[in-house]
């Protein structure tokens, strides 16, 4: 049997025969560009999650990057092993000519169903969420990209709801000036920094922005602009944010500050970093509600 997988593999070009190495126990999601499944890997008999990248779509988003050799999402991704980011265990390419991620798979909820739902698991538990996912955006930066989708959605709790996990690099690229150019806008419109909306040049502070929209919204379960409007009218920024403390007045005063200036509109006055986020609320501490 070793044997006759091993001529098998070699006949199919080491790429992966998806139906044969798993089986595919549910799928959990399906989005924009892929379709993830929770499967068995046959070969280790463990739970994980396998991400398949849809051909065309992906295609033509790598298509915007002509001549600039930008990595893969899978490339980028096995590059970010952290504790607050969801480990991907191997990437190539499927006999279908699909790209594929296998990672370790979460049984936690997302935060955006948590938010939808308004969870009592969020109370007493909101500062370690954000201050996690600070912590798991500053590495991105660290290792030089931009992860340019920080969204509720792309927030997965562990089974115990003890800690937050980032994923999906499918719209990261590196942080160097080729691929911070104007005219690329890619992302979750309510969370787009207005440089992006706008298409001008940007750099990592369109993650703080989104970051910082995001940190609002698990605070409130509102977003900062524009009571019930969404997509581009929640972008327009002709008005300042609502003040946070009008839904969640029992904020520490320091979150809620430091929350405030990465939603600045203009970057220049924005929060530069998630170092410097983390430094502004290292003496925040939990509140219940």
């Known amino acids: 049997m070793a044997l006759r997988d091993r001529l098998s593999d070699f006949l199919s070009g080491g790429k992966l025969n998806v139906r044969k190495r798993f089986e595919l126990l549910r799928k959990a999601i399906s989005g924009t560009m892929s379709k993830f499944y929770m499967a068995r890997d046959r070969k280790t008999n463990e739970i994980v999650g396998l991400k398949i990248l849809d051909r065309d779509k992906t295609t033509a988003f ?19 092993i952290h504790p607050r980011i969801v480990k991907t265990l191997e990437h190539g390419i499927t006999t279908e000519g699909e790209q594929y991620l296998v990672m370790e798979f979460l049984e ?31 590495f991105v930066h660290e290792r030089g990209f931009l992860h340019r989708d920080i969204c509720p959605r792309n927030l997965l709790l562990t089974a115990d709801g003890e800690s937050l996990k980032l994923i999906d690099f499918g719209l990261s690229v590196p942080a160097t000036k080729p691929f911070m150019q104007p005219g690329n806008r890619t992302g979750t419109p309510n969370y787009m920094a207005p440089e992006l909306v706008r298409r001008y040049e940007t750099d990592h502070r369109l ?36 003040d946070i403390r009008e839904y969640r007045p029992q904020i520490p005063t320091a979150l809620a500050r430091a929350i405030h200036s990465c939603i600045e509109p203009d970057r220049q006055k924005r929060c530069p970093s998630m170092h410097e986020f983390l430094r502004m609320i290292r003496a925040v501490e939990e509140y219940e509600r």
């Open 108 to 138: 936690g909820a997302g935060m955006n169903s948590l938010l939808v739902a308004q969870d009592e698991i969020l109370d007493g538990r909101r500062v370690r969420y954000i201050r996690q996912l600070a912590e798991a955006l500053a």
């Open 207 to 242: 993650d703080v922005f989104s970051f910082g929209v995001t940190s609002y919204e698990i605070c409130t379960f509102e977003l900062p602009w524009l009571r019930g409007e969404t997509g581009m009218a929640a972008m327009t920024h002709d008005q300042p944010p609502i």
């Open 62 to 80: 790598m298509a915007r990057f002509k001549g600039l050799d930008k990595p893969s999402e899978g490339e980028i991704a096995v590059q970010m």
